[in-house]
C-alpha cells in the first residue's frame, strides 16, 4: 500500500517514547570500550545527573536491563521466602510486584484496587497494622501506566515509615515527568528505567536505594547475583566508578545527551511542561464528548486515559490509527482492551505532539463511526497549549 | 529561554526541507571513496532514479552544487555575450534567471509579471516574435517558490519550439511535488536540486539537457569549466559513471535513499499527495478567513502563500511561528515581506504537518492580535485530509 498523505510515523506510547534527535544521532558515534576515560566520564556523568533527576543523594544503582529488571532487583534483595511482604496495586504494572512476589515464594498479602482508581493509603496502613511480623517491604506503583493514575507516593511513604517497612516505589513511567522527590518524601527505593520521561532507549534499570534498604539487602540471603545491590553499589562507589557488568554503552551515551537536556531544561520545567501536555490532552478529549479515564487528578500528567464511545469497536482504534494515520497510540490493556486510549505525554513530548494526538484521534473515531467535529479535540487542546505556553500576546501593530 | 512546550523544532520550508529519517542516518556511515565500486553503484543507480522523477530518457547531469549553481550552467552553456535571450518571470527565483543573463552580457528581454501571477503565455509568444534574431533561449520558472505559483510549462514549451528556441525550465522547488513530464511536454532543459522535494539534503543541483541544448552547448564558446555540459556528460556516459569532479559522496548516498522511497511510493502518489496536502492548506487558511495569494489554481501544490491580515504585523509571523512556537514557515520575499506567508509541502510532508502548521498559524495569528477560533485551521484542514487519505470508514461495531 503506498502511504500516501500518512507517510509519517509518530510514536506516542508512553515508552519506549519518541528520543530527541541528539539522543538518536549519538548511539551512531563509534562504539566506546567501557573502561576507557571517555566511557567513564560519561558514566560518571549520567550517574550524577541521575541523582538530580531522581532527588536524591542516593546513588542510583544501574543495571544492563529493561525496567523489569530493576524491579526484580528490588524483590531478590529485599525479600525472603516465606516472609511477609505487602504489594498494593491498581493495574497491570501494579501486579507486576505481585508476580515478582510469587515467583520469589514471599508471604505476600496483595492489595487490589480497582484499575483507574488510586491505592488507598488508609487500606494499606490497615494491612501493614494486621501483619503478625513486620513487612520485609511494602511495594506499589509511582504512574500506573496502564491507566494513567499516578498514585500518592508521598503518603503511602509516612504510612511505611510509620511501620518501619521499607518502601519500593515503581517509577519507572513517572520519574522525569511528574515529581517524586524521593528525600524529601522519605522513600527507601525508586525504581526506573532509562526508556519513558528519561528520553533515551529502553536498556538500562535504574534503583536508588537508600542506606536503610541497602543494609537490609546487605542482610538479606536471597539468592542473586547480576541484579545484586551490594555489588552494584560497590562498583559505582570506586573512583573511577565501574559497573559489574559490562554497561549498555550506546544506552548510557543517549542517556548522558537526554540527562543534559533535562538539566538545561530545568527539572521543575520539565514537570511543568508535562503538566500542560497532559491539561490539553484533557481539554481535547472533553471537548469531543470522550470522558476521562480515571479520577479527576490534574498531577497525573504522564499519560491520559479516555473511555472509547461504546457505540465503536474500541478495539480497533489504535490499530486505525497506528495503520491508517502512522500514529502509534495504546489502547487499553487487560480488561480494559477495547474500553479506553492512553495518549501518552511522557518524555520528549511538546505542544503539537498533542494537536497530532488529538486530530489523529480524532480522525480514527470518525472512521469507526463515531460524530465529532473535525478540529473539535485539536482546538480545545490548542487553546490550553495557547494558554499555557504563550506570555503576554504581542499585539497588534 | 526554557523551551517549555514548544521544545520541538519543525522545519516548514520549501528548501531545506525536512529529511526522511533514512535519508538522514545513512550520511553517518562511514564515508566512501568516489571511485569505488561501492560508490559507483550508488551513483549510477541514483543517476537512473532521477531520470525516472524527471520523466526523461536525458541524461541528467548533475553538478556538486546547490540548484543555483545548474541554473548557471544552463545560462554559461547555451548564452553568448551579445546574443539575445528571453526571461519570463514572476517571482525572485525567475528574476535569479534575468541576474544571470545580465551577468554573462546576454541581450535579454526580461518578461516581468507581477509577483503571484502566471507567466502570460501569449506575451512570451510575442516577445519571441519581435526578436530580430533567434532568442538563444527563454528561461522561465516552473513552480515559483517566492509565490506558490506553479507556471504552465507545457504551453510555454509548445511556444518555444514553434519559435525554435530552447527553453530552460527551472523546476528546482517543483520537481518531484508537481508533474513535469519533460520529454512529453518537449522541453530542453530543465533544472533543480536536491534539497527540495527530492527529500534530500542540499549540495547536488541537476540539468536535464536533452541532444538538442547538448549540440548547442557544444558549439556555444562562452567561457565555462565547472559546469559544463559536455564534459559532465561525457563523464556520466562513461561505463563505470563518472563525475568530472569529485561527487559530494554523502548527498548521493541521501539522494538514492529518497529516490528509492520515491519509487517506492509511486510518483503518481507522490503527486496526489502533494496535491491532497496544498488542499488541506488552502481550506486551513480560508476557515480562518485569510485570503490564498495568487490565483486559485488546484495545480500550485508546492507551496501555499496566504495573504496576512492587515491589522497585524505581519514581518513578525514568521518569527513569533519560528521562536515561539519552533515552527520555521517562509514570510514574503521581496516587496511581499509582512503581507504574506508561505506554508510548505514540498518533499517529505504529510497529513499532520499541514495540521501542525495550520495550528501553529492561528497561535501565532492570535498571538500577534488577529481574531480567529483555536482549532478552526486546523479542524478544515483535518476534514480535508479526511476526505483524501481515508478510504470508507470503517463503520460502526
Not at 508471604?107 to 488510586?118: A, N, R, S
Not at 524521593?182 to 519513558?196: A, H
Request: glycine share 10%.
Amino acid at each position: 500500500m503506498s502511504p500516501g498523505i500518512y507517510n509519517k510515523s509518530y510514536l506516542m506510547t508512553a515508552g519506549p517514547t519518541p528520543l530527541p534527535p541528539a539522543v538518536s544521532q549519538v548511539m551512531a558515534e563509534p562504539i566506546l570500550y567501557h573502561r576507557a576515560p571517555a566511557f567513564i566520564e560519561i558514566y560518571e556523568r549520567a550517574l550524577a545527573g541521575l541523582k538530580r533527576v531522581f532527588q536524591t543523594g542516593n546513588d542510583v544503582l544501574a543495571f544492563s536491563s529493561s525496567g523489569s529488571g530493576a524491579l526484580e532487583s528490588a524483590v531478590a534483595n529485599l525479600t525472603t521466602a516465606g516472609e511477609p511482604a505487602v504489594v498494593a496495586s491498581a493495574g497491570k504494572f501494579g501486579e507486576r510486584w505481585a508476580e515478582l512476589c510469587t515467583a520469589y515464594g514471599v508471604d505476600m498479602t496483595h492489595l487490589e484496587f480497582d484499575w483507574g482508581t488510586k491505592i488507598d493509603p488508609e487500606t494499606v496502613d490497615e494491612a501493614l497494622s494486621s501483619l503478625d511480623r513486620p513487612a520485609r517491604a511494602l511495594f506499589v506503583t509511582h504512574s500506573e501506566t496502564s491507566t494513567g493514575v499516578v498514585h500518592d507516593v508521598r503518603t503511602l511513604a509516612e504510612i511505611a515509615r510509620k511501620h518501619d517497612t521499607i518502601i519500593v516505589v515503581d517509577a519507572v513511567s513517572g520519574m522525569g515527568a511528574v515529581t517524586l522527590p524521593q528525600d524529601e518524601w522519605g522513600v527507601d527505593v525508586v525504581v526506573s528505567g532509562s526508556q519513558k520521561a528519561l528520553m533515551s532507549p529502553p536498556g538500562l534499570g535504574f534503583a536508588s536505594v537508600n542506606e536503610r534498604a541497602l543494609e537490609a539487602a546487605a542482610a538479606n540471603a536471597t539468592p542473586r547475583y547480576y541484579f545484586d545491590w551490594v555489588k552494584t553499589s560497590k562498583g559505582q562507589r570506586k573512583s573511577p566508578a565501574d559497573s559489574p557488568f559490562t554497561p549498555a554503552v550506546t544506552v548510557w551515551r543517549s542517556l548522558d545527551i537526554a540527562l543534559g537536556m533535562i538539566e538545561e531544561e530545568g527539572l521543575e520545567n520539565v514537570f511543568a511542561r508535562h503538566a500542560a501536555l497532559a491539561r490539553a490532552a484533557r481539554a481535547g478529549i472533553a471537548a469531543i464528548g470522550l470522558e476521562r479515564f480515571g479520577p479527576d487528578d490534574d498531577g497525573a500528567n504522564v499519560v491520559t486515559g479516555a473511555h472509547l464511545p461504546e457505540e465503536i469497536d474500541g478495539a480497533r482504534l489504535p490499530k486505525v490509527m497506528r495503520d491508517d494515520l502512522g500514529i502509534t497510540v495504546a489502547g487499553g490493556q487487560g480488561h480494559l482492551k477495547g474500553k479506553i486510549v492512553r495518549i501518552a505525554h511522557c518524555g520528549y513530548y511538546g505542544a503539537f505532539d498533542i494537536i497530532v494526538a488529538m486530530s489523529g484521534l480524532e480522525m480514527a473515531l470518525k472512521r469507526l463511526g463515531y460524530e465529532c467535529e473535525a478540529g473539535a479535540a485539536a482546538g480545545a487542546a490548542e487553546q490550553v497549549l495557547i494558554d499555557a505556553g504563550s506570555p503576554e500576546p504581542v499585539g497588534k501593530t
